[in-house]
């Protein structure tokens, strides 16, 4: 099932370390260059994508929608916060959405709607995945090969002991949509 995405942009860009300082570059070339990387990952992946950029500060008085190379891209208006606006957006969608959000608060929300979490720095890798064109195969079996090494702590319990709690293979199942 095809979920719709929606991105904490400048929340993204932090995991990467790209706001604040800038790294030496324009915040508007860092913002088309995530648009454009968002823009691979759609075609590959062919995920709606909603992209959130904060406008609080210096937006305008209304919030201003755009839709560029595939991609829905929100800027919220002057004196409200992507939040607002992507909390806002988890309730229209509810379940049928996923959210991409370090911000507890954000995530507690979307969760409570029903929709997919996942955590900015953990979508960067997998965007970053997408991109290059590495494989998911390359990162289970280096994770397959030292779980291997693992000891046994309880002797005693019956059950695999490599296999992972209920809730974790659940997560592991929404994450291979992503």
Not at 20 to 27: L, N
Request: charged share 30%; with cysteine; glycine share 8%.
């Amino acid at each position: 099932m095809v979920k719709h995405l929606i991105i904490d942009a400048y929340n993204l860009l932090g995991a990467r370390g790209m706001v604040g300082a800038q790294r030496g570059s324009s915040s508007e070339s860092v913002r088309e260059n995530l648009i454009k990387e968002l823009a691979l990952y759609r075609q590959r992946k062919s995920h709606p994508l909603t992209v959130v950029f904060d406008g609080w500060q210096q937006g305008l008085g209304t919030e201003r929608h755009e839709h560029r190379a595939g991609l829905e891209v929100i800027y919220s208006r002057r004196g409200e916060r992507a939040d607002q606006v992507i909390q806002r957006l988890a309730h229209e969608y509810g379940s049928d959405c996923a959210v991409v959000s370090s911000d507890r608060e954000v995530a507690d929300f979307a969760r409570s709607t029903g929709a997919f979490v996942m955590g900015a720095v953990e979508f960067d890798l997998r965007l970053r995945e997408s991109v290059s064109g590495q494989s998911r195969h390359a990162r289970s079996k280096k994770f397959s090969e030292k779980d291997s090494e693992v000891p046994r702590h309880r002797p005693e319990k019956k059950g695999n002991p490599k296999k992972l709690p209920k809730a974790a293979r659940k997560r592991l199942r929404q994450l291979k949509a992503f």
